[in-house]
């Protein structure tokens, strides 16, 4: 497939390698055919591509958006056949949290480094209201890590890990009417930032007529809502046609299992009932082969273009509006005069700053001195009117004193006159007994 696609867009017509090779050059407006004497060998570019290509390996993230148990990981280890990680998370979980988790793989010659983007205890919480938060703030971390290194000096797009994600499978529960608010909220904050290809989870525990009703439900409503989901590109002749019966196809539902299931002689993977056996390869069962094709083995190169020519070029093109960096055609964008006109609207607004701060300051050092001299006029009516009922208190101190000091002149006068007074009675009776 990549083979082939290098091969369109390098426009390379061979008539007759051995005999004679056309090729269109344009020179100026016009431009003209200029045939060739000889075999010369550019006509090999898309090999030498391809195999640096191969050496280099591919990167692949993937985002599977749910809620808890309703079998991301299972699909996960369904799709590329292997035994990833798979850690149970419970239903408590405060937030959302992200769980990333790289493998490298190897298919043949190919390397491919897979990232697998969980979002752990999306949908559990009772205030659903920011659930896609961590979601969106996930994508665009990675689209600034791939931006600043971008931007960088030296710089090396070549070997740097590319974590910007390229595909979220959003799973559905399967309801059997129709799509949850909570998935059209998230899925609206999304499409504008990643490929989105819904599926309905655990498919297998609904009727054929219900899914198929429910499948319809949920495009009419998506589209209703305007939320964009990825389509499978219909512009390369050699997918086209199965990529159009796809795209109406969707969205998938799939049913995964980790079980080996025998089958008669044949050993499958599926799900075993009391009823029967629901086997995740078999097409009359679920859609997980369709999946898989045109995830894996159709359209992976195609996300990968996307995410980059749509996605990231989308959030480019704001970050850089919003560094002040303009291309209107017209005039050229200067990065020296951008740069002079960014660092002088950065100090006019240190300056407004400063200038503000210090305002405040002088308005909170006026307010603190008028505080401080209210204060103090306070005190000192206070200080008097304790000065003043300090002084009546002593006033009446020193009369009550005086009055009391009057009472015991009095009190001492009054029992002198009364000793004197028994001291002559007593003189007395001695008289009369001494006369008797």
Same mark, same amino acid.
């Given at each position: /497939?990549?083979?082939?696609?290098?091969? %369109?867009?390098? #426009?390379?017509?061979?008539?007759?390698?051995?005999?004679?090779?056309?090729?269109?050059?344009?020179?100026?407006?016009?431009?003209?055919?200029?045939? /060739?004497?000889?075999? #010369?060998?550019?006509?090999?570019?898309?090999?030498?591509?391809? @195999?640096? =290509?191969?050496?280099?390996?591919? $990167?692949?993230?993937?985002?599977?958006?749910?809620?808890?148990?309703?079998?991301?990981?299972? %699909?996960? $280890?369904?799709?590329?056949?292997?035994?990833?990680?798979?850690?149970?998370?419970?239903?408590?979980?405060?937030?959302?949290?992200?769980?990333?988790?790289?493998?490298?793989? &190897?298919?043949?010659?190919? &390397?491919?480094?897979?990232?697998?983007? *969980?979002?752990?205890?999306?949908? *559990?919480?009772?205030?659903?209201?920011?659930?896609?938060?961590?979601?969106?703030?996930?994508? $665009?971390?990675?689209?600034?890590?791939?931006?600043?290194?971008?931007?960088?000096?030296?710089?090396?797009?070549?070997?740097?890990?590319?974590?910007?994600?390229?595909?979220?499978?959003?799973?559905?529960?399967?309801?059997?009417?129709? +799509?949850?608010?909570?998935?059209?909220?998230?899925?609206?904050?999304?499409?504008?930032? =990643?490929?989105?290809?819904?599926?309905?989870?655990?498919?297998?525990?609904?009727?054929?007529?219900?899914?198929?009703?429910?499948?319809?439900?949920?495009?009419?409503?998506?589209?209703?809502?305007?939320?964009? +989901?990825? !389509?499978?590109?219909?512009?390369?002749?050699?997918?086209?046609?199965?990529?159009? *019966?796809?795209?109406?196809?969707?969205?998938?539902?799939?049913?995964?299992?980790?079980?080996?299931?025998?089958?008669?002689?044949?050993?499958?993977?599926?799900?075993?009932?009391?009823?029967?056996?629901?086997?995740?390869?078999?097409?009359?069962? =679920? $859609?997980?082969?369709?999946?898989?094709?045109? %995830?894996?083995?159709?359209?992976?190169?195609?996300?990968?273009? #996307?995410?980059?020519?749509?996605?990231?070029?989308?959030?480019?093109?704001?970050?850089?509006?919003?560094?002040?960096?303009?291309? *209107?055609?017209?005039?050229?964008?200067?990065?020296?005069?951008?740069?002079?006109?960014?660092?002088?609207?950065?100090?006019?607004?240190?300056?407004?700053?400063?200038?503000?701060?210090?305002?405040?300051?002088?308005?909170?050092?006026?307010?603190?001195?008028?505080? %401080?001299?209210?204060?103090?006029?306070? /005190?000192?009516?206070?200080?008097?009117?304790?000065?003043?009922?300090? @002084?009546?208190?002593?006033?009446?101190?020193?009369?009550?004193?005086?009055? +009391?000091?009057?009472?015991?002149?009095?009190?001492? &006068?009054?029992?002198?006159?009364?000793?004197?007074?028994?001291?002559?009675?007593?003189?007395?009776?001695? !008289?009369?007994?001494?006369?008797?």
């Amino acid at each position: /497939l990549l083979y082939n696609k290098i091969i %369109l867009r390098m #426009v390379v017509r061979s008539d007759n390698r051995s005999a004679h090779v056309k090729v269109l050059r344009t020179l100026g407006p016009d431009g003209r055919n200029l045939p /060739l004497q000889g075999h #010369v060998g550019f006509d090999s570019l898309p090999d030498q591509l391809v @195999n640096k =290509c191969v050496n280099l390996g591919f $990167d692949m993230n993937i985002l599977c958006v749910g809620e808890t148990g309703i079998g991301k990981s299972t %699909l996960m $280890d369904c799709l590329f056949k292997a035994n990833f990680d798979d850690t149970v998370h419970s239903h408590k979980s405060p937030g959302v949290e992200i769980s990333e988790h790289i493998y490298n793989l &190897k298919e043949g010659n190919v &390397k491919l480094r897979l990232a697998i983007v *969980d979002s752990v205890g999306y949908g *559990d919480q009772i205030n659903k209201e920011n659930s896609f938060k961590p979601l969106v703030d996930f994508i $665009d971390e990675q689209f600034e890590n791939y931006l600043q290194e971008e931007l960088k000096i030296k710089r090396d797009l070549v070997t740097f890990h590319d974590s910007r994600i390229h595909v979220c499978l959003y799973f559905l529960v399967p309801t059997g009417h129709s +799509i949850r608010s909570l998935d059209l909220v998230t899925m609206k904050a999304l499409d504008k930032k =990643c490929n989105i290809i819904p599926i309905i989870a655990k498919s297998d525990t609904v009727s054929k007529s219900e899914l198929d009703t429910f499948k319809a439900n949920i495009m009419a409503e998506l589209r209703a809502n305007d939320v964009e +989901i990825y !389509t499978f590109p219909t512009d390369d002749e050699t997918v086209s046609d199965v990529n159009k *019966d796809m795209n109406e196809m969707m969205p998938f539902a799939v049913v995964g299992s980790r079980e080996d299931v025998k089958v008669g002689e044949t050993t499958v993977r599926g799900r075993e009932y009391p009823w029967g056996v629901v086997e995740i390869e078999n097409e009359q069962h =679920c $859609d997980f082969v369709k999946l898989r094709e045109m %995830l894996i083995r159709t359209n992976m190169e195609d996300l990968r273009e #996307v995410t980059h020519r749509k996605h990231y070029e989308l959030y480019r093109r704001g970050k850089l509006k919003q560094m002040g960096i303009t291309d *209107d055609g017209a005039h050229p964008v200067s990065l020296q005069e951008t740069y002079e006109q960014k660092r002088a609207e950065h100090l006019e607004e240190l300056q407004r700053i400063e200038n503000e701060m210090r305002q405040n300051f002088v308005n909170k050092v006026r307010e603190k001195d008028l505080e %401080l001299k209210r204060n103090e006029k306070e /005190l000192a009516a206070k200080y008097e009117g304790l000065r003043k009922e300090n @002084n009546e208190e002593k006033k009446r101190l020193d009369e009550d004193r005086k009055k +009391i000091e009057e009472d015991l002149a009095a009190l001492k &006068k009054k029992r002198e006159d009364l000793e004197r007074h028994n001291a002559e009675q007593a003189n007395g009776q001695n !008289t009369k007994s001494k006369k008797k």
